[in-house]
């Protein structure tokens, strides 16, 4: 059962073009966390959301936690070249052991020049 | 310093070959974390160590073993392991509950001949 619905897969998009992201669960988390990844490198974290509703800018970079804490997005605006790679959504379930993450199946985000 | 490391970055080894991957954080961080990962594929949890006690095993099968010498290390041993073992092996750690954000190595790939 895949608990954490990423969408999209994939996306290819020119330089300056906005995009959104999405995660979507029929379950409520207590957080929900954004990385990004190079390809053989780790995941670097770019965001944790705790409260519904809250939303967070990083640069380019928004993100937004449902008010449910059910679902989140990530919307980069004017995306460059330099924004191409992975980006994983991961949830932290409440009442779940302590370390346990829910992961997205990843969008993998290609940003031409 | 934010930073995980993890030696060595790649990893040959054969079906009989007995050997052992590292991972040292210096955040203070008490939780740390083995996953395995495919390509373009989200990681997998392995294990989770909370305060140097092993707290979470995925029902990893038993030619890998993790140990953990104190709270800033972290390794897993490999022993036997077999071709669909090959993965990109990443080591993470976080302050628990890990609700807070993971912070991740930049992984070892693992090629099993």
């Known amino acids: 059962t895949q608990l954490l619905e990423q969408s999209p897969q994939f996306l290819s998009i020119q330089e300056g073009e906005n995009l959104t992201v999405y995660c979507n669960s029929s379950?409520?988390?207590?957080?929900l966390q954004w990385y990004r990844q190079e390809p053989g490198e780790g995941p670097v974290l770019l965001v944790t959301?705790?409260?519904?509703?809250e939303v967070k800018k990083l640069k380019r970079l928004t993100f937004q936690f449902g008010d449910a804490r059910k679902d989140s997005s990530l919307h980069i605006t004017a995306a460059q070249p330099g924004d191409t790679g992975l980006y994983l959504c991961?949830?932290?379930?409440?009442?779940?052991?302590?370390?346990?993450?829910?992961f997205g199946q990843g969008t993998i985000l290609t940003v031409h020049p | 310093d934010t930073e995980v490391t993890q030696t060595p970055k790649h990893l040959v080894m054969g079906m009989t070959n007995k050997k052992s991957l590292k991972c040292e954080q210096h955040?203070?961080?008490?939780?740390m974390y083995w996953y395995k990962q495919k390509a373009k594929k989200p990681p997998e949890l392995m294990f989770v160590?909370?305060?140097?006690?092993?707290?979470i095993n995925e029902s990893v099968p038993s030619r890998f073993s993790p140990e953990c010498p104190n709270s800033s290390l972290l390794n897993l041993h490999l022993h036997a392991l077999q071709p669909e073992d090959s993965a990109l092996y990443l080591c993470?750690?976080?302050?628990?509950?890990?609700?807070?954000?993971?912070?991740f190595g930049p992984g070892t790939r693992l090629t099993v001949l």
């Open positions: 991961a949830g932290a379930r409440s009442g779940t052991s302590y370390g346990k993450l829910t």
């Open positions: 160590y909370s305060y140097e006690k092993l707290s």
């Open positions: 955040m203070g961080h008490r939780a």
């Open positions: 959301v705790v409260t519904g509703g």
């Open positions: 993470a750690s976080s302050q628990p509950p890990s609700r807070v954000g993971q912070y």
């Open positions: 379950s409520v988390f207590s957080s």
